[in-house]
């Protein structure tokens, strides 16, 4: 599905150049829910960022199932990102002026995809994740856990190939992040999707099939869940950052 | 809703107080700037401007002032609306529209908006400017040269401007789509605006190149043309001014930046001054501009206050009531004839004297200019027959001011006003000369007398009045007349009567510019084949052209030669006589002014939008209501107050230094102080007005916060 390779990435301060990413490779699957975490300044952000098209690699290889996105231009590079990745963001990042149900639509509606079906999906979509209640809400009318509900729902309306989340609980109270969390298990049960999420919270990390730990740049371990218990996986996760933080 | 548009029509109506704003503001500059626009080409005010004068000058320079101030609020505006949509513009790249649909619908949107507001903003420019003059008209004053005229051709520079405007607005909403990253776009509107750290010295150190510039600015043309008797070339002498823009500038970043409390009040302005500090760069280029459109408002609205008080005292100081002078060769009225219509009128003369004058060439240095490599120098010649000028005898003076004045043979004594003001006289001519009979008189001149009525005449002694005087035609010969009336005041009609009577009266032989000199054009037209003030080469030389048919104009007032000097008559009349002016310069400190109050509003109302979660912040971290307004109160206070402060203190400074220097002597005149003075009284009416914009301003912040009055 996902194949990242030898990615390189940096940033240039001032006179200074900063390598960010120093040749990460890995793979996601089709239906899988992997994780990246690591301390501040490892590179997950960043990771996100490149193979979300919206910040250019230095180097490396990225291609969403057969398609290398460093080839496309940016007509095709936009129509990636609407038809075949969902977006998830830290800060939500709904539009105030639309309501929730709208909000929902809006990749669709970029797309030119708008059809009585796709709005039956939006509502199936409310139904699924919990806020048919206040799909004729705006925003500022909503809680946190409710926002980023519908985010997900939003990253989902246009069947994409991998939803991508940016730190998705970072904003919220604990309440909201397991309503969070089950929308993404939902998505992936449900709905057959297949999810890379960038997180600092090793409760949220828990509920992957897989979480890729960065450091400096490089992916330092890769822990699978398989069959163990999501609370034993959470020790795991909480074991493999303390090791992280002693070498 | 199932198409793009019409999700950019839900945020359109989302966001509607942003597009508000934006038009309003296109609207507002464009409005401006085609109603100076319209009065600054109309016949009307170019009428009263002479081409290449002082006054078109100024009127230009505040035009550009309101142009670039007009220009930087607007491109401010248009920014503040980019960022502020930078974010719906960014989830929307992030969701996967393409730059070009976004383009699509943002363009749409700005065209719309820019055209609209630029079209109603030209369309209603002229009408605001027929309006506010017509609104001048009625409460101040009417004459028939004020029928405003416009000139259809003013409209291709409030196109121009609108042109800008559009093309500005853009390329700004071009290049804020065009952005490759887009996180950067995302995270644009909170993103702030940051400035280098500034030292301390940039306040005192600002203030000494403001004192320097403003005072190198001015004096730099007459060190070049006096002292190195070069003209430098149009534009040289601006270039004086730049440190006063430099120190201007640093004064503002400094205050911005480091304010100038020091250390004392630190924690107490801890918000205010850090939250301008990180919004320092486009705080103090508004800043910038807003001192500079106080200080051209100011310059406006001092034209009137300066001149009107300048002449009012002036008429007062005459020491007689009616004063006139005519050649010899004229048939105008004489004490019998006078005292007749008088009586007609009800006018009760007191004294009367009416003096023979001579007409005498004077020697003198002539002043000729060169050109040379370096471009235009000039140099002196003495000529024994330079210009000439109106001679009186001793006792004739005697009998006008009964000021006993003597002078022994070969002596002469100029004549100044009563405050000893030259302006341009020279009253230092050492050989007279019967222009006629070219008969010859060294004379030796001693202290000027100081008589306003007699400005610019020389009195000599009885016995070389007569023997100078010999042989000249009526056409070198004058007669001044000064009398008396009882009751001044009332006697405006008789006034208006010896004034018309006078112009009937008078041929077109005098009908001449001020300034005419028979000595001069005959040197003219020998070395150049003609004369530029003669009547026929008035016109086309930028001199008006004396036409008895408009004897009300401001122009024939100021410019006749043997414009009669009637106290009650000018009193009455000055308002009249000078409204273009005065109503050109007052409608030019209105433009200037709103848009003074525009920028500041607009940046106060940024204020609100850019700081309403900082402001969020503090309530959460448990400040009080008061302190919380009082941390608006400083940041708006600091928008308004010191542009006031500096722009009013440097304009009143630069014209303290221009009415000390302006004279000759140096110095302030008792009319200059008078005029300073009503100019304090325009300030102070200015700046209440002001401190009600600046409440009103806070207000509405403090309203857009959700902080309680």
């Known amino acids: 599905m996902l194949t990242v390779e030898n990615l390189r990435k940096s940033y240039q301060v001032g006179k200074t150049s900063y390598e960010v990413l120093k040749g990460v490779s890995l793979q996601v ?73 709208q909000n929902i639509l809006l990749p669709a509606i970029i797309g030119g995809l708008v059809s009585d079906m796709t709005e039956a999906r939006a509502d199936q979509l409310c139904e699924v994740f919990g806020i048919a209640g206040i799909r004729d809400k705006y925003p500022a009318e909503i809680s946190g856990g409710e926002k980023q509900r519908t985010a997900v729902a939003r990253a989902l309306i246009n069947h994409p190939l991998l939803i991508l989340a940016d730190e998705p609980t970072g904003n919220l109270d604990s309440k909201s992040s397991r309503a969070v969390i089950r929308s993404f298990e939902q998505a992936k049960s449900a709905l057959e999707a297949t999810i890379f999420m960038v997180t600092h919270d090793s409760y949220a990390a828990s509920f992957c099939d897989r979480v890729v730990i960065l450091r400096d740049g490089v992916v330092w371990r890769t822990l699978e869940k398989g069959a163990t218990e999501r609370e034993k996986f959470q020790d795991l996760l909480l074991d493999a950052v303390r090791e992280m933080g002693r070498e | 809703m199932r198409h793009f548009s019409e999700v950019c029509a839900l945020m359109r109506r989302k966001n509607k107080k942003q597009y508000a ?47 670039i101030g007009c220009a930087v609020f607007t491109t401010y505006a248009a920014g503040l609306f980019l960022r502020q949509k930078s974010r719906e513009t960014g989830v929307l790249l992030a969701l996967g529209a393409s730059r070009a649909q976004v383009w699509g619908e943002l363009g749409r949107e700005l065209g719309v908006l820019s ?49 800008f405007v559009m093309v500005m607005i853009f390329f700004l909403g071009r290049r804020s789509v065009k952005r490759t990253n887009i996180i950067d776009i995302v995270q644009e509107s909170h993103k702030s605006e940051p400035i280098r750290d500034v030292p301390r010295w940039y306040g005192p150190v600002g203030i000494v190149l403001l004192a320097l510039g403003g005072f190198l600015g001015y004096m730099s043309s007459s060190f070049f043309i006096l002292v190195l ?71 406006g609205s001092f034209y009137a206050p300066m001149l009107g008080t300048g002449s009012m005292m002036g008429y007062d100081r005459r020491p007689v009531d009616y004063a006139y002078h005519f050649r010899a060769d004229q048939d105008i009225p004489l004490e019998a004839e006078v005292r007749a219509l008088a009586e007609e009128y009800g006018v009760t003369i007191t004294d ?36 000439s000028n109106l001679f009186l005898s001793a006792s004739g003076y005697e009998a006008l001011t009964g000021e006993r004045v003597d002078l022994a043979p070969g002596e002469i004594r100029g004549v100044l006003d ?109 070395k150049d084949g003609f004369y530029f003030l003669d009547r026929e080469n008035c016109g086309s030389a930028g001199f008006t052209v004396i036409d008895y048919g408009q004897r009300d104009s401001s122009a024939f007032r100021l410019d006749w030669q043997y414009m009669p000097e009637f106290r009650i008559l000018d009193k009455m009349d000055f308002v009249k006589t000078l409204a273009v002016f005065l109503i050109l310069f007052v409608f030019i ?88 003075l009503t100019a304090l009284a325009v300030i102070a009416a200015v700046s209440a007005l002001m401190v009600g914009v600046y409440r009103l301003t806070l207000a509405q912040v403090c309203r857009a916060l959700g902080i309680r009055r």
């Not at chain 1, 990771?47 to 979300?52: A, F, K, V």
């Not at chain 2, 003096?355 to 060439?361: N, T």
């Not at chain 2, 009266?505 to 040197?523: K, N």
């Open chain 2, 229 to 299: 008797h070069w003209y430098p070339p149009e534009g040289l002498t601006a270039v004086f001014y730049v440190p006063a823009l430099i120190g201007l500038y640093m004064i503002l970043l400094h205050t911005v930046v480091n304010g100038w409390n020091g250390k004392k009040k630190l924690y107490r302005d801890l918000i205010a001054t850090s939250q301008m500090r990180f919004q320092g760069r486009q705080t103090v280029r508004n800043m910038l501009v807003m001192t500079l459109l106080i200080a051209g408002a100011y310059f």
């Open chain 2, 418 to 526: 009563a405050e000893g003001t030259a302006l341009g006289f020279r009253p230092d001519a050492t050989l007279l000369t019967n222009y006629l009979t070219k008969e010859r008189l060294a004379v030796t001149p001693l202290e000027p007398l100081r008589y306003d009525s007699l400005f610019e005449r020389y009195v000599m002694n009885d016995g070389d009045f007569a023997r100078l005087g010999a042989g000249l035609p009526d056409e070198w010969r004058e007669t001044q007349v000064c009398f008396n009336v009882e009751n001044c005041a009332g006697t405006y009609e008789f006034a208006k009567a010896l004034f018309n009577e006078i112009v009937d009266r008078s041929t077109l032989d005098v009908a001449q510019f001020d300034g005419w000199d028979p000595v001069v054009r005959d040197r003219d037209i020998a």
């Open chain 2, 352 to 387: 009367f004297a009416a003096v023979p004058m001579l007409r005498l060439a004077v020697d003198g240095n002539d002043h000729i200019e060169e050109e040379g490599p370096v471009g235009t120098t000039w140099r002196t010649e003495y000529l024994e027959v330079l210009n």
């Open chain 2, 115 to 163: 055209l609209g507001s630029c079209a109603a903003g030209a369309a209603l420019g002229g009408p605001l400017a027929w309006v506010l003059w017509q609104f001048f008209r009625l409460a101040v004053v009417d004459s028939e040269e004020m029928r405003l005229t416009f000139d259809p051709s003013a409209y291709v520079l409030s196109l121009a401007f609108s042109a």
């Open chain 2, 21 to 67: 704003l934006l038009a309003g503001c296109c609207f507002f500059s464009v409005l401006l700037i085609t109603a100076y626009v319209c009065m600054m080409r109309a016949p009307t005010v170019l009428n009263v401007l002479p081409e290449g004068g002082d006054s078109r000058k100024q009127v230009m320079m505040i035009f550009a002032l309101a142009v």
């Open chain 1, 29 to 101: 699957e089709t239906g899988e829910f992997v994780a990246v975490m690591g301390p501040s300044g490892s590179g997950k952000t960043t990771l996100l960022n490149c193979i979300s098209c919206y910040i250019p690699a230095d180097s490396g290889r990225l291609c969403l199932g057969k398609t290398e996105l460093a080839r496309l231009d940016e007509d095709a590079l936009a129509e990636v990102r609407n038809k075949q990745l969902g977006f998830v963001f830290q800060d939500f990042l709904l539009l105030d002026g639309l309501t929730v149900r």
């Open chain 2, 589 to 676: 400190a209105v433009v200037c002014f709103s848009a003074v109050f525009v920028i500041a509003y607009t940046r106060c109302m940024t204020i609100a939008l850019t700081n309403a979660k900082v402001y969020d912040d503090l309530r959460h971290l448990g400040a009080s209501n008061a302190y919380l307004r009082r941390s608006v109160r400083g940041q708006v206070k600091r928008v308004f107050l010191v542009p006031a402060l500096v722009g009013t203190g440097l304009i009143y400074a630069f014209y303290v230094m221009i009415m000390y220097f302006n004279g000759s002597p140096a110095g302030i005149t008792s009319s200059e102080a008078a005029g300073l």
